[in-house]
């Protein structure tokens, strides 16, 4: 017997909710932004939220996502105007707390595995030379915005984790390591426009966005055979 999966209720509103938010941040609309950013992460929490009537789902394992994703709603908030230099701030202490709460949510589920050491070297180059690439227009944010994005990195390599583990479901695992990975390049994208060379267009709040759709997917498939 066919059970309905009311996760997926809310997933066409957040495409259509990413095309605008994608083409709000493009034209710098404060006003829209204020709308359809928190709007996104409301949507996601919806979809965590609904998993709970899953078959497959690990309840602990929802409410662990829900804590990240109420704290990046938060995060949403402070974060309209990337602009503010002080408001930026706020937000990435926000946003740090919320990112390592989902990685130690990744690893609780999941634990460590043998292929986390070659992940963990990639991860480690990957962070050197986005450093690098920020270092000279960092300023007065290189402290915070280094050790910001080592608990990104670490964040992306817990995901990628889980695909090596048994205790997520493929299709989890795969949403959490994509969903993680593409929230990652959201906001390195964002990096590389404020601390080393400005855009005329962005993608980054297409991954971010979709990434964080992908990870309260997650929670509905988590048992999933």
């Known amino acids: 017997m066919m059970t309905m999966n009311y996760s997926l209720i809310p997933v066409p509103f957040s495409l259509v909710l990413i095309i605008l938010y994608m083409i709000a941040r493009n034209r710098n609309n404060l006003k829209m932004i204020k709308v359809t950013q928190p709007a996104l992460t409301f949507l996601a929490i919806i979809i965590a939220v609904l998993s709970y009537l899953s078959p497959n789902v690990n309840p602990g394992y929802t409410t662990w996502i829900l804590v990240g994703l109420g704290l990046c709603l938060l995060g949403d908030i402070f974060n309209i105007d990337m602009s503010n230099d002080r408001i930026l701030f706020a937000a990435m202490v926000v946003f ?82 994509i969903g993680a990975t593409l929230v990652a390049m959201g906001d390195i994208e964002y990096g590389i426009r404020r601390f080393y060379k400005p855009m005329n267009f962005q993608l980054g709040p297409l991954y971010y966005a979709g990434g964080q759709v ?12």
Do not use: H, N
């Open 96 to 177: 740090f707390i919320a990112y390592l709460e989902y990685a130690i949510a990744f690893t609780l589920f999941s634990g460590f595995q043998s292929q986390d050491i070659i992940v963990g070297v990639v991860a480690l180059l990957i962070y050197l030379f986005l450093a690098r690439l920020y270092w000279k227009g960092l300023g007065d944010f290189r402290a915070p915005v280094l050790i910001f994005l080592l608990v990104v990195i670490f964040m992306v390599t817990r995901a990628i984790s889980t695909l090596f583990g048994g205790s997520f479901s493929q299709v989890s695992a795969w949403m959490v390591a």
């Open 214 to 225: 992908l990870i309260a997917l997650s929670c509905t498939y988590f048992f999933m055979s």
